[in-house]
């Protein structure tokens, strides 16, 4: 049971690069989040997909885009990175009426 | 936007001591939660509290909700080492059972 994985755990991308960041939970959560966090910002919600075929804007949405693979899989797309997206970005997962969420390692993106 | 802010913002004590933290948030609340982030690492979920609860412990924890005053308190008894980390608080937002609001949270040093 690894809970929420995410790959990769660090990234340097140039600006204009694109890349996906993946993210897989096992434990049968209908919801999912990408959140982005800056030093001193605490935690901002990008986007959220309540359920399987289901994805929702969050605080910070501009210039991402997420899809729900399936029930297990929520992945990150940056189309075009700028050095703003400079973060670690965390995907976490809730479920079974529950109201916490789990999160996983983090990924450390650098936009050069 | 932030809803809730925890203070202070950094907190150092030696190891043995209590440590309390607080948070106050702007609107209102069906639950408030409490995670706690390790250097480097994803965010694991302390408690919840609800908002029909006063006060609510889970071992050397002690959390607190003054709905009237929109405020938390998060209280770590005998400190240890091990608790050095940050801690963050964050608020459901009313109208949607998905979305969490975080504050910036509250980095605890324990000095042993």
């Known amino acids: 049971n690894a809970g929420v994985t995410q790959t990769p755990k660090f990234q340097v991308l140039k600006t204009g690069q694109s890349m996906t960041l993946q993210c897989a939970q096992d434990m049968n959560h209908n919801s999912m989040y990408w959140y982005r966090q800056d030093p001193g910002m605490g935690l901002r919600l990008i986007y959220y997909s309540a359920s399987e075929g289901t994805t929702d804007k969050g605080e910070v949405p501009n210039g991402y885009n997420v899809s729900r693979l399936n029930k297990r899989e929520f992945s990150l797309r940056l189309e075009s990175a700028a050095p703003s997206q400079t973060s670690v970005y965390f995907c976490a997962s809730s479920g079974g009426g529950q109201f916490r969420q789990y999160f996983g390692p983090g990924t450390r993106l650098t936009v050069t | 936007s932030q809803q809730g802010e925890e203070d202070p913002q950094a907190l150092s004590i030696q190891e043995g001591e209590n440590a309390t933290m607080n948070c106050s948030y702007k609107?209102?609340?069906?639950?408030l939660q409490w995670y706690r982030q390790n250097s480097g690492r994803g965010l694991v979920h302390l408690i919840l509290i609800r908002s029909n609860e006063r006060e609510k412990h889970s071992g050397r924890l002690r959390v607190t909700l003054d709905t009237s005053k929109k405020s938390s308190s998060l209280l770590i008894t005998a400190s240890r080492a091990a608790d050095t980390a940050s801690y963050f608080c964050a608020t459901d937002k009313v109208g949607s059972n998905y979305q969490l609001i975080w504050g910036a949270g509250t980095k605890l040093i324990i000095k042993p």
């Open positions: 609107t209102s609340i069906n639950n």
